[in-house]
């Protein structure tokens, strides 16, 4: 958790993006059958809207220290309704515990979801956090952007916004690669396995409901 001091206080940290992210994805969960989520569809969405508005609160005082500790609590929740309902979608391909329209239905939600999710990681992990990125205080980068290796003056001060993660983590769901991005923590890669792996799994959900409807 960063510690707060003077300077930090007046530091903005544009957080927009990752709360209707955040947001969005509670929305997608809640429209997921509820044969694939843990208890009623809405919990998720529920969780993500009360741990908002103490977000919200602490992100307008300045509260640095406890705006990460909520984002990262946010971003574990919708983490964790995704996991258990790509595990649930597993389990009602193999059992037919749901009809094919259902499943696929979910399935894509979910292949959503992971990009979603996997985005709001990238945008909290590398080089420390929002804040450390945007104070100047970064520490090792996770990733390496184009940007960051070009010669160029106008992008010397060059710092990636929630956009570049989420298009991070969009080619990581449909190429399972991060393209033209380098990734070089152990922890990024980690994700990146992760990311790519429930794409997988998904994928191969979505392909064998094709292949039964037909």
């Known amino acids: 958790m960063e510690t707060n001091t003077s300077d930090e206080n007046y530091i903005h940290v544009p957080r927009g993006a990752f709360l209707i992210t955040v947001l969005i994805i509670g929305i997608l969960l809640s429209v997921i059958s509820e044969k694939l989520t843990i208890g009623p569809s809405w919990t998720i969405l529920t ?30 929740v919708v983490t964790i309704g995704l996991v258990s309902s790509v595990a649930f979608l597993i389990h009602a391909l193999f059992q037919h515990s749901a009809s094919a329209a259902s499943l696929f239905k979910s399935a894509s939600l979910l292949w959503i979801i992971n990009i979603g999710v996997f985005a709001v990681w990238y945008w909290e992990l590398d080089r420390g956090g929002p804040l450390k990125r945007h104070s100047g205080k970064s520490e090792q980068p996770d990733f390496l952007f184009p940007q960051m290796t070009f010669t160029i003056l106008e992008l010397e001060k060059w710092t990636p916004s929630f956009l570049d993660y989420l298009y991070l983590a969009f ?44």
Not at 64 to 69: D, S
């Open 171 to 214: 080619n990581t769901n449909t190429a399972f690669s991060p393209t033209d991005t380098m990734v070089l923590s152990q922890r990024a890669k980690i994700f990146m396995m992760i990311q790519s792996s429930i794409s997988l799994v998904i994928v191969a959900v979505l392909a064998a409901r094709a292949i039964n409807i037909a």
């Open 47 to 76: 969780i993500v809207v009360i741990l908002i508005i103490p977000t919200t609160i602490s992100m307008i005082r300045g509260h640095h220290g406890w705006t990460r500790a909520l984002a990262l609590t946010i971003t574990g």
